[in-house]
């Protein structure tokens, strides 16, 4: 599939597959080297401090190379995040909004937005 429905498509096996069922080896799949590489270094660490972490796509649309996402996130602090200790403590619902560039079927940017405010909020962190 190509095109925007393709494109559309592409983000979603990004949700599913390397976010919501924690497999890592798909983003050289969807992601050019460069991004997948990123990708790698901002996950690796966030599903460390949050092991139970959910995206849910609630929205995407998508012209021409690129597809703009709204996302809403869960996770349990389970482990240490931007030096704080596991709190124990539930984020729900948090949205975040990604811009995300595409070449050849491929991911190769993404810009976004999370709002770390509800979810420092939701963990009871004053970071």
């Not at 349990?76 to 995040?81: C, D, K, P, V």
């Amino acid at each position: 599939m190509s095109g925007p429905e393709g494109n559309k498509a592409l983000i979603h096996r990004l949700v599913d597959e390397v976010v919501n069922e924690r497999d890592p080896t798909a983003i050289d799949e969807l992601a050019e080297s460069e991004f997948a590489e990123t990708a790698r270094r901002w996950i690796g660490p966030f599903r460390d401090a949050f092991p139970d972490f959910r995206m849910e796509v609630v929205e995407l649309i998508a012209e021409g190379d690129s597809v703009a996402a709204h996302f809403h996130c869960s996770g349990t602090h389970l482990g240490e995040w931007r030096g704080v200790a596991p709190t124990g403590r539930r984020f729900e619902d948090v949205d975040e909004i990604y811009l995300f560039k595409l070449r050849d079927g491929k991911i190769r940017a993404a810009l976004g937005l999370e709002d770390n405010g509800k979810r420092t909020r939701q963990l009871g962190l004053e970071l």
